[in-house]
């Protein structure tokens, strides 16, 4: 038995940081339904100028087209891209056009039997459909419902549309990353959307404890922006009492030194190092040739951060011309942070990530066996263990609403042939 | 740093959270970013923010379980509690620990450490710089050409504790319905792995390595990234056809809709530098905010680039009331409250002094008042201690 069985989701989430919210709920062991637009690509000009389902054109059912298996689209590339695969297993798939009124009809049915509606549209989608929490609480009142657009529902920004790096540069905190002699830097990955998902799956669990309490549900009103500030709280407080904003670091610390990335053998080849305290120091020098350091002993703090450039002199010197797992052995043995920089190839095949079985292979519908990350928490007694591959667009129609809302086979032809229902996207 | 944001959240939801700390005092006081702070008539002292942001909405107690006294106080907490938070301590739980979780079986044991409590690494030090190389994560951030750039804060750490608090709330519902309780075992390289995009399936579906590209979004986007402008520096997100022909008439060059270099996103991002170049003029012509404005209004993706004093003047946060005001750190400070509306926004409490509920929080838990006299007196006297 999972941790969420018997709860029920709709989850309407585009992209990455919504879906991501309702992939924990399922890999939870809740039974999610995505409910996706019918709706093809997002501009109708230019259709013959380039390649359908091209990665970065983003058609709607957004991130549906992205990271083909081998780069090869296939018959139906709407149930190939990797991108959408990974961050929607665990879900049955229902293609609805909710701006039908019919669909809509069949959407306030589901809401009446679902338990949480989670979704990430801009702040004016769900309103716009009628959908807000009020109309939806009418129908069911242990409703949990969680809106996250990047910027929450009210505002003077609530209608802004944003992405990842948007919310990165928003919230203050891409400011405080980067080369202390470059500018501001985004991080290699869309790390908003990630803790904007995190945060959107803690709070509906919180709904959920609450709902048991009370007996009623909740609207939940989460801003991207906001939950990126919030892993930034400490930086931003110091920034408020001091009156002036953090140096950017680069790869040191505040508080240890040496701290750093340096070269080791082969091409673009890194290992991440932070010597901690004084003891770690003198394990850490014997290492070194004598000759790289011969000046001063370097044995507090305010020594080593004041030659800190000589002293990634001589680590570099050192690290170059080992591997980057050698150079993590001999310091992790002796105590010393240490790691190697992985790229997704290392990760992918990580010793210990394996152990903990971390990578899953998931058989995926029109794609075949390929590997995935995994589940991240380990449960004693509820372990993650069911991992479906990604529903087919609207793979699930029939079923949903066959055992749901017990339509029958004629009414469901009826939204089929009325283009209310699909389980191909509609090219506009 | 993991399991303290998960309980700051967890506190903010309206937990009844109790921060144990030993008579050494939790490490977070001694985690930067430090200030030096001055009360009016009182010595200047340096404050950790780092505790004071993480150990708000929290109660505070001293009592180290490997003494006897400790040990009834821990078991008599945990009687009444939900979650017992805890790091992972190498070769396991200390004993009067084990002990607790033994005797409670209904407890929820959330653990937080670097690499979980099994595996080759499980036993390896750790830093936030090693968290973000051991994530993938370094890796890919910088510019191509030059070493890569760890990001500006520990928020491996703060995504392990929000993974956590997933495991830890799911946990407790599991327990509520059954009665079981559980351990919920999260390490930080697994709740960063969990956090990336399409690294993986990159390497799984194409077998391609992801590298770094600077400020611009690979592999396939452009224009998404930070670009210059006149009084700094703006993120446009002009992806999808429809937003690059928009964002293309927004700066009154529809040539580049029609020029065959820019086609694709895939093409744009190729071609990254000749459309920077071609972009700069209107950049530098104007202001960040006015860019901002403009294309929003015009349904393309934008935002300021900030950073953290200027954000605490941003008018969206503050129409919001997304701030708190911990005034006993001084007029000006500023520190996120609950970053969602969950119901009315939880009453602030300041993180607490090193031991300050410890007579108030047992007493709740009915331990005996003999025992709750000696604590409370180890407390007293490692606060003063600790200063």
């Not at chain 2, 390289?189 to 399936?201: D, G, P, R």
Request: hydrophobic fraction near 40%; glycine fraction near 10%.
């Amino acid at each position: 038995m999972t941790v969420l069985a018997g709860l029920r989701v709709l989850d309407l989430t585009l992209a990455w940081a919504g879906p991501l919210a309702g992939r924990f709920l399922g890999d939870l062991g809740a039974e999610v339904i995505h409910i996706e637009r019918p709706s093809g690509r997002a501009g109708p000009r230019h259709n013959d100028a380039r390649p359908p389902w091209q990665w970065g054109e983003l058609p709607a059912p957004a991130t549906r087209a992205a990271v083909y298996p081998d780069d090869e689209p296939g018959e139906r590339p709407w149930n190939r891209s990797g991108v959408f695969n990974k961050i929607n297993r665990n879900k049955r798939s229902l293609c609805l056009d909710l701006k039908h009124p019919d669909g809509a009809e069949v959407f306030r049915r589901l809401v009446a039997v679902s338990d949480v509606v989670v979704e990430n549209n801009s702040a004016r989608a769900m309103p716009g459909l009628g959908f807000d929490y009020a109309a939806l609480q009418a129908i069911n009142p242990r409703l949990v419902m969680l809106s996250m657009p990047g910027f929450g529902t009210t505002g003077p920004y609530a209608d802004w549309l944003s992405l990842g790096p948007i919310l990165e540069a928003a919230s203050g905190l891409a400011g405080v990353t980067g080369y202390p002699d470059g500018g501001p830097l985004k991080l290699g990955v869309a790390f908003p959307d990630a803790i904007g998902g995190l945060h959107a799956t803690v709070a509906i669990m919180a709904a959920l404890w609450e709902r048991e309490e009370t007996g009623r549900g909740c609207f939940v009103d989460l801003s991207q922006q906001e939950t990126y500030a919030a892993i930034g709280g400490d930086l931003i407080l110091a920034a408020s009492m001091l009156g002036r904003d953090p140096e950017r670091l680069g790869n040191r610390s505040a508080v240890h030194a040496p701290q750093g990335v340096y070269p080791c053998a082969g091409e673009d080849t890194w290992v991440a190092i932070t010597v901690r305290s004084d003891r770690e120091w003198r394990a850490f020098r014997s290492l070194l040739p004598t000759s790289t350091l011969s000046v001063g002993s370097f044995d507090t703090l305010a020594s080593r951060q004041a030659e800190h450039d000589a002293i990634d002199e001589a680590v570099a010197t050192w690290t170059r011309t080992q591997s980057s797992w050698e150079v993590t052995e001999r310091l992790t043995s002796l105590g010393i942070p240490a790691a190697p920089a992985l790229t997704n190839a290392d990760l992918v095949n990580d010793p210990h990530l394996a152990s903990r079985a971390f990578f899953v292979e998931i058989d995926q519908p029109d794609v075949g066996v390929r590997r995935f990350p995994g589940f991240p928490i380990h449960f004693s007694e509820t372990p993650v263990r069911e991992f479906r591959g990604a529903a087919p667009l609207g793979a699930d129609n029939e079923t949903v609403l066959r055992d749901l809302l017990d339509m029958s086979a004629d009414e469901i032809a009826e939204l089929e042939a009325g283009g209310v229902l699909r389980s191909e996207p509609r090219l506009t | 740093m993991a399991g303290a944001y998960c309980s700051r959240l967890l506190a903010g939801c309206g937990a009844d959270v109790v921060q144990v700390e030993s008579t050494e005092g939790h490490p977070l006081r001694l985690s930067p970013p430090f200030v030096r702070w001055e009360e009016d008539g009182q010595a200047p002292r340096t404050v950790s923010a780092a505790y004071e942001y993480l150990g708000a909405y929290k109660q505070g107690a001293i009592i180290d379980w490997d003494t006897p006294d400790g040990a009834a106080a821990l078991d008599a907490l945990a009687r009444t509690a939900t979650l017992l938070i805890s790091s992972r301590e190498v070769g396991g739980p200390a004993k009067g620990l084990a002990r607790v979780l033994e005797a409670h079986p209904h407890l929820v044991h959330v653990v937080t450490s670097p690499f979980g409590l099994g595996g080759p690494y499980a036993d390896r030090p750790a830093s936030d710089l090693t968290d973000w190389a051991v994530s993938g994560y370094l890796y890919v951030t910088g510019d191509a050409d030059r070493p890569p750039v760890q990001g500006g804060g520990p928020w491996c750490g703060y995504a392990a504790g929000l993974t956590a608090a997933i495991g830890g709330i799911g946990a407790a519902l599991y327990a509520r319905r059954t009665g079981q309780g559980q351990t919920v075992d999260v390490g930080t390289m697994e709740a960063m792995t969990n956090l990336h995009q399409w690294s993986f399936v990159l390497y799984t579906h194409q077998g391609v390595v992801k590298r770094r590209a600077g400020n611009r979004h690979a592999e396939s986007f452009h224009p998404v990234g930070f670009l210059r402008c006149k009084d700094g520096w703006v993120c446009i997100g002009a992806l999808g056809p429809a937003v690059w022909e928009a964002f293309c008439i927004a700066v009154d060059m529809p040539e580049l809709i029609t020029d065959a270099r820019f086609a694709t996103a895939a093409d744009r991002f190729d071609h990254g530098d000749e459309l920077d170049r071609l972009l700069a003029p209107w950049l530098e012509a104007r202001e960040r905010d006015e860019i901002v404005k403009f294309l929003q209004e015009r349904r393309v993706l934008a935002g300021r680039v900030l950073t953290p004093l200027e954000v605490i003047d941003d008018p969206q946060l503050a129409a919001r009331d997304f701030w708190v005001t911990p005034e006993h750190l001084g007029p000006a400070a500023r520190m996120p409250g609950l970053p969602f509306r969950l119901g009315e926004p939880p009453a602030f409490r300041s993180a607490p002094d090193a031991g300050e509920h410890t007579e108030a929080v047992l007493r709740e838990a009915e331990l005996a008042p003999a025992k709750i006299r000696r604590l409370s007196a180890v407390a007293t006297a490692a606060r003063l201690a600790l200063g």
